[in-house]
Structure formats: C-alpha cells, structure tokens
C-alpha cells in the first residue's frame, strides 16, 4: 500500500540535543512538507520541496533544517535553536507544489522536551 | 497576511442530523479549496477538494463553494458520532502554500 511513513511516533528532546524526524513516502509525489501543529492551531508550514534536492522555508523555519537527497525521502532536524519544540510534526506529500493537488499526510510524530 | 477562519465549536448535532461547517478566507485569488477530517490524536485525513463555485457531492458529504462571499462549506449528512473529530478549512492561492484553519470541532450525538 502507497503511503507516508513517520518515525519515531513519540520523541524525546534532551536540553540542547538536536533530533530527526523521519518521513518516507512511496507515492511517487514530487512535492513533500513539514507542519507544525500546536493544540488548538492550525497547521504552520515549517519547509517544503518541490523537487529532489531543493528546499524552500516555510513560515516558521527557524530552528528547523531539512534534506531531500532522494524523492522518497525528507527528514525534519529540529535543532537546539528551537526553543520551544514541543508539538506534534507532520509530513505531508503532494503530487507537486501546485494549488490544485491536494497533500496526504503521515501519521506524525509527537515531540516533547524531557 | 492570508487568513483562513473556523469557527472552533465545538457543534454538537444528533445523530441523523445534517452537520454544517463553515469556512471563511481573506485572499480573493484563491484557487482550490480542501476539507480534511482529524480524529483526536491522530493525523488530518483528506474528505474532499472544491475548485469550482457551486455544490460538489461525495457520499455523505457536500462541499459548498461561493467565490463572491469568499466562504466555503461542508455538510454531512446522516451524521454518526464516528463523525465526531476536528474538521480543517485549508485554502490555496495557486502556489506551493496552503493555509489550514484551526478546525471546528463536531461532536455527534447517539
């Protein structure tokens, strides 16, 4: 079955460690994305990709890094810069960047600061 | 700054109930509208896409789009309370962005 793989389902932050989230998808989409999303918030870009080995920021970037060394694949590093991570991360997919197609997400990740 | 409004809810409807969900937008240029359902917990799930003005049906569920008043809504029809989640407006202006809504909750009633 095509879908989106998000690992780890929860993940632990120690003080000034930075950690990687994984996101894996078998669709064939050119286009993939990372959210944030925050208790009673909408979805906030973070970055996307329109293609392998291209990357653009989102609204809230900071303290975030991405790759897209392959098409299947776009980990999220949430790095020590980002003060207050804890919240839940979304992948998404999409056949490409344009507005009309619409974006199928992961399962997500769940991150909190120890 | 591109905004997208919800209602938070939550709406509660009995079960059998038509549930209405509405949705706001500030940009005039937007292009495609999307309504995704998300379970307490879990990941936001595609239910339908509109790109056209007019009533676009699928199931139990009718998206409504009016460019004029720049609102877009969904009806379900025949709720069940295993409709009962979160339901995100997202709206795109033709490029890589899509802005979501913060949800309304529906709560449905056995």
């Known amino acids: 079955d095509g879908g989106i793989t998000q690992s780890p389902k929860y993940l632990f932050r120690k003080e000034g460690q930075n950690v990687t989230l994984s996101c894996e998808q078998n669709l064939n989409h050119d286009a993939m994305y990372w959210y944030r999303q925050d208790p009673g918030q909408g979805l906030r870009l973070i970055y996307y990709s329109q293609i392998v080995n291209d990357f653009q920021k989102g609204d809230i970037a900071e303290g975030y890094s991405v790759s897209r060394e392959k098409k299947e694949s776009f980990p999220l590093t949430v790095t020590s810069a980002q003060k207050n991570p804890t919240a839940f991360y979304l992948c998404?997919?999409?056949?490409?960047?344009?507005?009309?197609?619409?974006?199928?997400f992961g399962d997500g990740t769940r991150l909190s600061i120890l | 700054q591109k905004e997208v409004e919800q209602n938070s809810g939550p709406l509660s409807v009995p079960e059998g109930a038509i549930a209405s969900l509405n949705c706001t937008y500030s940009?005039?240029?937007?292009?495609?509208f999307f309504w995704y359902r998300q379970y307490s917990g879990k990941s936001p799930e595609l239910i339908m896409f509109?790109?056209?003005?007019g009533d676009k049906e699928d199931g139990r569920f009718t998206a409504q789009l009016n460019k004029a008043s720049q609102y877009v809504s969904l009806l379900i029809r025949d709720s069940q309370p295993s409709d009962s989640a979160t339901y995100l407006c997202a709206v795109n202006s033709g490029g890589f962005k899509t802005i979501f809504g913060a949800g309304t909750r529906l709560f449905v009633k056995a």
């Open positions: 509109i790109y056209s003005n």
């Open positions: 940009d005039r240029g937007s292009q495609s």
């Open positions: 998404a997919s999409s056949i490409a960047a344009t507005g009309n197609q619409p974006q199928h």
